[in-house]
């Protein structure tokens, strides 16, 4: 079925009996893309992993772990079929910015749920009381905020360090590396963080609105509309509890 210059068809049968060569398949979208190929068309020919590894076992180490699908390799997968028999390139963004956007105030607000419900606790097994997140909308409010609340403390630290012939010396030079890293950390990452952009997604809704209209079932296959995740259950059901398993 052929829908502005897309053909869509049964996403699905596309790919049965075909070679496939995947190319960084042990990183993260590369195990996706095997596992929901697999998932949906065991009737593939054959997947050609191109995987760097010092030898065979670890190679099958590498690739033995499966990740669930989500909604990138869904829409990588519609857009190989719609594209088969075209030579022309068409970039998607596959980005939430506009159809939906989520904000900080609800990451705060999750996180602030997430921890309530489910607190830390301490070496003595007490919950351990949390703070309310607090965000800031630039760079130099936030380093207004440090510079009040840390940095002229660390400098009365200082003075009296040195009045005291460097009986603080320790104390001062561990807060003061902690100090230099949290600043080194707010430039390095300030430009994402604060980062205003949208990116144009038409081309990713025309492929969606081809999908839905050829009402074979790959919408719900082969779903990549973000306008259906809810931000705040994600926060909250996926994200923290994600965080807290594999990060912290």
Sequence with gaps: MVIGGMNVGCVASYFGGKNILITGSTGFLGKVLVEKILRVQPGVRKLFLLVRATNDESARHRIQTEIPGDMVVNSMMVAMAAHTEEKVQTVYHLTSSVSNPTSYTTLQESGHRYFKDNPPR???????????????????????YIVIKYKFPLEVLHLVNVLLCGLFSRRYNELNGKYRLAMHLIELYAPYTLFKGRFDDMNLEKLRKAMESNRDGGEYCFDFDLRRIDWDDYFYRVHFPGVLKYLA
């Design 122 to 144: 301490g070496e003595n097994g007490e919950p351990i009381r949390l703070n309310n997140m607090r965000f800031f909308s630039t760079v130099v409010r936030l380093r207004a």
